[in-house]
């Protein structure tokens, strides 16, 4: 297989990592793995703050590659995502042309290298490091530049009618997220990789946890996962993630609680659930307030 290998196997992927912060689950080592060894984009789904935009961000840390990010939002467009003229720079240059020049000439000088404007995609491609692409949040966008991802991520190549084809020297890792918002064409997905994110194991989250916030007591990083467990059977309008039991974990430690007991996650689930509806239900559920 050509180009760089990014890791030997699911064991190494899930090492390494590891190692730079990340606690895959075996599912997510393997398609980590199977990515970098295909070539092939990897299209991560799943709801809010499970891990989505880590996995390509710990990618990079791992593997040493760099992290060029595509950001996508309503109204994204490709002048944004591939590349533009500048053509203030453009003008600036024709007005100091002497009136002599023919316009074959000025034409010629003023679409090149110099005035190309490369956004991230073309970035990504032409880039001649190890590169992770993150394109994040696609289902925020409209259908074009989906249909513009698809023509870039099928050939890794791109065509700047005034400058010719651009052809990836090497082919970045590629990560795409979504939370679903709405469906991806299944011209996108069939070129994709495939994984579903969700909430983790109590056991992994506890690692997760105690990974970063060493200093938190065993007992409570037990008790602190539990409860999380606890909210997110309940239905909730937003379950915690990943990101909140990190966040409380913290704050039980900068509040030196000891015990996880019924008054303490009362005072701090403010830290947890950022929905009033959600924590009166909270309240009423885990019955803090008996
Ligand atoms: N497997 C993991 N190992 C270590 N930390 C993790 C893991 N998964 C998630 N996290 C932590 O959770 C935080 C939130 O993850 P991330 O920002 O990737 O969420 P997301 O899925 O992209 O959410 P959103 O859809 O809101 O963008 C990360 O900053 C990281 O600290
Ligand atoms: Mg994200």
New binding site residues.
């Given amino acids: 297989m050509s180009g760089p290998r990014w890791f030997a196997s699911p064991d190494d992927a899930s090492r390494r990592l590891g190692e730079s912060?990340?606690?895959?689950d075996a599912a997510t080592a393997v398609t980590a793995y199977l990515t970098g060894a295909l070539e092939k984009p990897l299209l991560v789904e799943?709801?809010?703050?499970?891990?989505?935009?880590?996995?390509a961000k710990a990618v990079s840390r791992a593997t040493g590659a760099d992290l060029v990010r595509l950001q996508c939002y309503e109204g994204l467009d490709e002048a944004r995502a591939l590349y533009e003229w500048n053509y203030k720079k453009q003008l600036l240059r024709i007005q100091a042309e002497s009136a002599g020049s023919s316009w074959q000439e000025t034409h010629d000088e003023i679409f090149t290298e110099e005035f190309l404007l490369t956004r991230p995609l073309l970035t990504a491609i032409r880039r001649d490091e190890a590169t992770v692409l993150l394109v994040?949040?696609v289902d925020k966008t409209d259908v074009e530049v989906e249909g513009l991802l698809l023509e870039v991520l099928s050939d890794f190549q791109v065509t700047i009618p005034e400058l010719g084809t651009v052809e990836a020297v090497r082919r970045p890792f590629v990560v795409l997220?979504s939370?679903a918002t709405r469906e991806l064409s299944e011209a996108l997905k069939r070129r994709c990789l495939y994984l579903h994110?969700d909430y983790?194991s109590a056991e992994r989250e506890r690692e997760?946890v105690t990974?970063?916030v060493p200093d938190l007591d065993e007992r409570i990083a037990e008790q602190l996962v539990a409860t999380i467990g606890r909210l997110r059977d309940l239905d909730l309008k937003k379950s915690p993630?990943?990101?909140e039991s990190?966040d409380w974990a913290r704050t039980l430690l900068a509040l030196e609680i000891k015990d996880l007991d019924t008054t303490a996650i009362d005072e701090t689930l403010g830290v947890v659930l950022k929905h009033s509806s959600d924590q009166a239900k909270a309240v009423r559920e885990l019955r803090l307030r008996a």
Avoid: H, M
């Fill in positions: 912060g990340y606690l895959a799943g709801p809010a703050g499970v891990g989505k935009t880590e996995l994040d949040e997220t939370n994110l983790p997760i990974r970063q993630s990943i990101a990190v």
